[in-house]
């Protein structure tokens, strides 16, 4: 799945761009956004000021490819949730990028302890 333009994008910055943060909206614009099946677990249940706002979020989440939790996925949480003390939303997201081969678009700086070869951050 790899490829400049593929994205797996983080649960904050999904949030942030929809409440109108310019750089998280920059970041993701004119990409294939992939993201967890966590972060559509956390976006789907947020507690939304609007349903203006609720509109936008199931709006922008549809347009996403969600990305389920596989046994190579499930492993290598394990392994980075062990290894990196990590939540466990964290190290599943985490995982998920690695597996997949995609660049993890962030806010969470958590993230930028991992110094791993084949986990890409991009932070915002």
């Given at each position: 799945m790899s490829g400049v333009n593929n994205l797996l994008v983080d649960t904050n910055v999904i949030v942030y761009g929809v409440e109108?943060?310019?750089?998280?909206?920059?970041?993701?614009?004119?990409?294939?956004?992939?993201?967890?099946?966590?972060?559509?677990?956390e976006l789907l249940s947020k507690q939304f000021k609007s349903t203006?706002?609720?509109?936008?979020?199931?709006?922008?989440?549809?347009?996403?490819?969600?990305?389920?939790?596989?046994?190579?996925?499930?492993?290598?949480?394990?392994q980075l949730r062990k290894n990196h003390r990590l939540s466990l939303p964290d190290s599943i997201i985490a995982a998920t990028s690695i597996v997949e081969r995609l660049p993890l678009v962030t806010a969470d700086k958590d993230f930028l302890k991992i110094q791993l070869p084949n986990l890409t951050i991009l932070s915002i």
């Open positions: 109108g943060n310019r750089k998280a909206r920059k970041l993701v614009e004119g990409k294939t956004i992939f993201i967890s099946v966590i972060s559509e677990i203006v706002e609720e509109d936008l979020m199931k709006d922008f989440v549809s347009n996403c490819f969600v990305l389920d939790i596989g046994k190579e996925i499930k492993e290598k949480a394990i």
